[in-house]
Every structure is written in structure tokens, then in C-alpha cells.
Nanobody
Framework: QVQLVESGGGLVQTGGSLRLSCAAS????????MGWFRQAPGKEREFVSA????????RYADSVKGRFTISRDNAKNTVYLQMNSLIPDDTAVYYC?????????????????WGQGTQVTVSS
């Protein structure tokens, strides 16, 4: 089993940056693909980014490509999301999620473990 705790959210102005962290507990972290999803008020949860078990493969939603970077440190059981050039449309609760497989997917239905979420608010 994997437990996930996100941190690093907050309020930032347009054009600013934030780095989200997701600390995982559990022996299976290093073999699990990890993902970031977000949910804005009144909207469905959407895929943001994912990284495979080794960190060698990553995927991004078109809306964040070139601005966000996902990475992981298996020695620290942590996955990161560096968010640059933030815009108001990035405002949402950001969730970290883990798969039981090491392979990336973009569907939230395939992620079994979820964190509580961290709020990111971008002001205009």
C-alpha cells in the first residue's frame, strides 16, 4: 500500500512558479508510476503529468507542456511537479496519485492511491 502527502501549493501571481512535492510511504513507491492531476471548481479532475517508475519516461497535458516538469527521487520516495509561467487557468487542487504498475497512463481510473490534494491559486 502507498500513502501520499502533497505539499508546496499556495497563492502566486501570473507568471510565477511553484514546486509541488508528493511524499510517499510504502515499499512499492520505486516501482510505481506516479501522476499529477488537478481539479478546478465545477470541473472534472484532469490529467496534468505522469512519470514512469524509473523517471525515464514522462507525459504532460498539452495545456502544461513546456511550463511544467515532473521528476522523482526514488531514494527520497518523492515526486515533484515544477510549475513555471503559471496562469489563472492553472488554479485548482492538485493531486498526486500512484499506480500499482510502473507504466504511465493518463486516466485517473488507473491510479489506485491518491493524496489529499494541495491548493494552487494563480492570481491575475
Amino acid at each position: 500500500q502507498v500513502q501520499l502527502v502533497e505539499s508546496g501549493g499556495g497563492l502566486v501571481q501570473t507568471g510565477g512558479s511553484l514546486r509541488l512535492s508528493c511524499a510517499a510511504s510504502g515499499r512499492t513507491f520505486s516501482s510505481a508510476a506516479m501522476g499529477w492531476f488537478r481539479q478546478a471548481p465545477g470541473k472534472e479532475r484532469e490529467f496534468v503529468s505522469a512519470i514512469n517508475w524509473s523517471g525515464g519516461y514522462t507525459r504532460y497535458a498539452d495545456s502544461v507542456k513546456g511550463r511544467f516538469t515532473i521528476s522523482r527521487d526514488n531514494a527520497k520516495n518523492t515526486v515533484y511537479l515544477q510549475m513555471n509561467s503559471l496562469i489563472p487557468d492553472d488554479t485548482a487542487v492538485y493531486y498526486c496519485a500512484a499506480r500499482s504498475s510502473g507504466v504511465i497512463t493518463t486516466s485517473s481510473l488507473t491510479y489506485y492511491y491518491w493524496g489529499q490534494g494541495t491548493q494552487v491559486t494563480v492570481s491575475s
